[in-house]
Every structure is written in C-alpha cells, then in structure tokens.
C-alpha cells in the first residue's frame, strides 16, 4: 500500500501548525525511512510506503501528543487535512455539491491518495449513507479514522449540520465500512 506524497506534506503542516516547538522532536522520533522523507522536500505527485513512512509518522504523532490516542491523533489530522486539501478550486465544488455528491467525489479523492484502494458507496439516504473503504493499514486502524475525518470534515465545509460517523459491520471483504449522517 502506498501514499501520495500530498497526505505526508499535509501531515507535515498538520505538525508544523500544530506542534511547531516539538516539530524537531517529532523528526527525531520517526524511524529513519520516515525521518529521510519528511527531513526533505516531499514530492507531491511522488507514492510512498504507508507502513513505512505515513503510519509510522501518524504513530510517533499519536505518542508523542496525544498520549498514545492512535484513534484521537489520526482523527485531528484527518480534520486538517480535510481544511488543508479543500481550498482553492474545490471551494467552489463544495459550496454547489450535494452531501451525497460529495461523498461521491471523496470515492475520486481517496483513489488518488492512496493505492491501490477501492471505495464505495452504499446505502444512500437523503441525510446518510454508509462509505467503505479498502483497509490500508492491517495492524491499525489509524488510517481508516483520518479518512473517516477528513469525510466528516468535508461535510461540515459543505455546511452540513450535526455530521456524525459510526463504524459499522464491514459490508465487503478487507474494506472497514462507516455510515455517515447529516441534517
């Protein structure tokens, strides 16, 4: 499994925002194939490891501020990176976009952040729906609750109110399911 390079830049600017005076702590803790990534310039259209570089990184930020909060840690970041990445032309997208819509989109946004990955929707309702996602990382669930996030997040930039996640039964083989609700 792989990551774009464009969820470790925002990773990065989640820490460097967030966490700026133990940024160099943060560098310092991550394993060495990490640390040489997020040391240098971060290709963006460039594909790394998701166990090597992206849930190391995601792990060292769960222990390091959130007490070892594997699930809070991956949560905020999600949220981030959901303000991070939604600006410019996709403003606009969220602004004229239907929930539903845009959860559509978000198939087409994770399918070019992480590979190979397969996403669908099912379900639909007009203020829920249920998204499944291949599972990305197999020792944690870490992954899965930033993309849970940046949907939620998503959302509420497209001005839902009350968006709400519950992870439910998965509905297809290796995919972690979550119905996602709104008013």
Request: aromatic residues 14%.
């Amino acid at each position: 499994m792989e990551v774009k390079g464009t969820g470790l830049v925002s990773l990065r600017a989640y820490i460097k925002e967030y966490h700026a005076q133990d940024y160099q702590t943060w560098l310092n803790a991550l394993p060495k194939s990490a640390k040489n990534v997020f040391a240098n310039v971060i290709t963006t259209s460039g594909w790394f490891s998701i166990d090597e570089v992206y849930y190391q990184a995601l792990k060292v930020t769960a222990e390091l501020f959130y007490e070892g909060n594997q699930k809070q840690a991956a949560y905020q970041v999600g949220l981030f990176s959901a303000n991070f990445d939604l600006k410019g032309v996709y403003k606009v997208f969220l602004m004229i976009a239907t929930p539903v819509a845009l959860m559509k989109a978000s198939k087409r946004i994770i399918a070019m952040y992480y590979r190979p990955v397969d996403v669908k929707i099912d379900e639909v309702q007009k203020n829920s729906l249920v998204l499944s996602s291949t599972l990305l990382h197999r020792e944690s669930e870490m992954i899965d609750y930033l993309n849970i996030a940046w949907c939620v997040r998503a959302l509420e930039l497209a001005n839902c109110k009350n968006v709400d996640y519950k992870k439910v039964d998965p509905i297809y083989e290796d995919m972690f399911s979550v119905q996602l609700s709104w008013s």
